[in-house]
């Protein structure tokens, strides 16, 4: 999801790139301008980028993939920002040319904003995959430093966790919090990583130190405080609750894992849900999240559908590019489509209760016939 600080950082490589006259330089400040542009203004703009895409990402996937059909691969901005080893068995030959293009494409320098990374594939047992491309994130040739890892299945709720060394090599470096790893899950189940070492008391303290002298939002403490969330403290765990509305945009990438919350203390389920509500009130996070949230994140569209922000409808194009598409050789999941759809359904109803209440205003246009009439038959 991208901050501020990261549309600063891409813009200023888009400029150094364009200045060495690459193409990718003028895909990436093109696409930032199209955020800022509106009707007939953006056509075609919108036009020149969708061909900058075809020209420069197109080709840059098929080079690394070399037509393996097990990589499907997200961009914005001209950036790698997801990436899925699709879900079916694989054949060693096929898990290793799947292994080989994964490796290539995190190794891009495009891949240096890798938010999402779903490994998929499995066999009839633990597949070698799952411990390979943990360890492959630590490869000194690799620039991908995702947000989020799922082996396997995508989780559904937060009620199981395992302890790192669940898995079957040393995770040590890749759970390093200047690393950006945020969350970890294998078959649903989520990795414990380190965030601070201590008692509960310890724990507690560095929670009040990550907000001292305006320091919440560097990438090292949103780091620690999205591993802090969950703590096995609750006191811990609702204190870094409480920062989270603080955050700003920042805390748009939080969401997700937050709407997971389904069972635990009485007190944690009710602040979660107050938290979520605070949030969904804020129009920069709501459209972060309507903007960003990926297919393995179903539960944020049923979130969006209950903000009373306009904003929010901008994920209906994003829903139904996500039950248009097939996602590889699997289709959407059913319960992740009747949670799409329902959301989908959801977010057109509060757009026509919108649209008929302008009707109703005299500041609009919709609403001058109307009032026109009122006048005529009351005047």
């Known amino acids: 999801m991208w901050t501020e600080r990261e549309r600063e950082e891409l813009s200023v490589w888009a400029d150094e790139l364009q200045s060495r006259g690459e193409g990718l330089g003028e895909l990436i400040a093109s696409s930032l301008l199209l955020e800022s542009r509106f009707g007939a203004d953006a056509a075609d703009l919108r036009a020149r980028v969708a061909v900058l895409e075809q020209q420069i990402c197109a080709p840059m996937v098929a080079e690394a993939t070399a037509g393996c059909p097990a990589i499907d691969p997200s961009w914005e901005h001209g950036m790698l920002v997801a990436l899925r080893v699709v879900d079916h068995p694989l054949g060693r030959r096929l898990e290793q040319r799947a292994l080989d293009s994964l490796r ?40 991908a430093r995702p947000w989020s890892v799922v082996l396997g299945a995508p989780p559904r709720h937060m009620r199981r966790r395992s302890p790192l060394a669940v898995l079957d090599f040393n995770a040590a470096a890749l759970a390093d919090p200047e690393r950006g790893l945020r969350s970890l899950f294998l078959d649903t189940v989520r990795v414990e990583l380190p965030w601070h070492r201590g008692d509960k008391g310890t724990r507690q ?48 990438a939080l969401v997700p894992e937050l709407l997971l919350v389904e069972r635990g203390q009485l007190e944690w389920v009710i602040r979660v849900r107050e938290v979520l509500g605070i949030l969904a009130r804020n129009p920069s996070i709501v459209g972060s999240v309507a903007n960003n949230f990926t297919v393995d994140q179903t539960r944020c569209a049923g979130w969006l559908a209950t903000s009373p922000l306009a904003v929010a409808r901008a994920a209906i194009p994003r829903i139904e590019a996500m039950l ?8 959407l999941e059913g319960w992740a489509r009747r949670e799409l759809e329902d959301a989908r359904r959801r977010l057109d109803y509060r757009a026509e209760v919108q649209r008929e209440a302008l009707t109703f205003d005299a500041r609009t246009a919709a609403g001058q016939p109307l009032l026109r009439r009122l006048r005529r038959w009351f005047g």
């Open 104 to 143: 290539k494409l995190l190794s891009l320098p495009v891949a240096r904003f890798l938010r999402h990374l779903r490994v998929d594939a499995r066999e009839l047992d633990w597949t070698p995959i799952h411990r390979e491309v943990p360890a492959m994130l630590t490869e000194p040739g690799v620039v």
């Open 324 to 331: 248009a598409s097939s996602l590889g050789p699997r289709a």
């Open 205 to 252: 303290r560095a929670v009040a130190s990550l907000g001292n002298a305006g320091r919440l939002v560097e990438p090292s403490n949103l780091t620690r405080i999205a591993r802090a969330l969950w703590d096995p403290s609750v006191r811990v765990r609702l204190r870094v609750l409480n920062t989270i509305p603080l955050l700003g945009v920042d805390a748009a």
